[in-house]
């Protein structure tokens, strides 16, 4: 099974409003990952948090890592049509040697 | 400059077939993967090389073959094609293999592989 998933699976918000996702994991982890991926291109990175860090801010970004459930939000503030895109969180696991497990990302519709 | 680059960025091809795709990143970076996106998005790593050496090689079947001439091109090779194949494969570079989850990895557009 996936160590990431993100929820919701697809979220439409009009522009100018907050979006919020989230991702939920199931082993320990040090560190946390959001990336972005446009229609037709490759992720970009847009932030990573440590597992010693509650709250990281990115511009409109801000990112919330709860250890205890498991659990991250990412909050894009005051959306933009550019915003358009499909969001995953990614940790990392060790089975020998390391690897980032991706969740199914969240598809984010923003509206004019 | 592109950082991480894919080609072709389309392939359309028949079943039984066998072809290549190229990848090339000028990050300086010592680790190169190689992903493959499904229909539902889901992104699941298939290899990765550190400095032309293979160190994750997950259960894919070994009609893939990646091949590094250097740290800086990571290739795949496909053999008799099959219709399972068809998704997005995406190159990707790290900085090196050690704390993947300390650092970003960068990724190519994609090479979207239609198996006809």
């Known amino acids: 099974s996936q160590q990431g998933e993100e929820d919701p699976q697809a979220l439409s918000i009009q522009e100018g409003e907050n979006a919020t996702m989230n991702c939920s994991y199931k082993?320990?982890?040090?560190?946390l990952q959001w990336y972005r991926q446009n229609s037709g291109r490759g992720l970009v990175h847009l932030i990573l948090i440590r597992s010693n860090e509650r709250e990281k801010h990115s511009g409109r970004l801000r990112v919330t890592l709860d250890t205890s459930k498991k659990s991250s939000s990412l909050l894009i503030t005051a959306s933009r049509a550019a915003d358009t895109a499909s969001y995953f969180c990614?940790?990392?696991?060790?089975?020998?040697?390391?690897?980032?497990?991706f969740g199914q990302g969240t598809r984010l519709t923003i509206n004019p | 400059d592109t950082a991480v680059s894919q080609t072709p960025k389309y392939l359309v091809t028949q079943m039984g077939n066998d072809k290549s795709i190229k990848c090339e990143q000028n990050?300086?970076?010592?680790?190169m993967y190689w992903y493959k996106q499904d229909s539902k998005k889901f992104l699941k790593i298939m290899f990765s090389y550190n400095n032309k050496e293979l160190i994750i090689n997950e259960t894919v079947p070994n009609r893939f073959s990646p091949k590094s001439p250097d740290k800086a091109h990571l290739n795949l090779h496909i053999n008799s094609l099959e219709l399972g194949d068809s998704a997005v494969y995406f190159c990707?570079?790290?900085?090196?293999?050690?704390?993947?989850?300390?650092?970003?990895?960068?990724f190519g557009d994609g090479t979207r592989l239609s198996i006809l």
């Open positions: 990050l300086g970076h010592d680790t």
């Open positions: 082993t320990s982890i040090n560190n």
């Open positions: 990707a570079s790290s900085q090196d293999k050690s704390q993947v989850g300390n650092q970003p990895q960068h």
């Open positions: 990614a940790t990392a696991i060790i089975q020998g040697a390391q690897k980032l497990v």
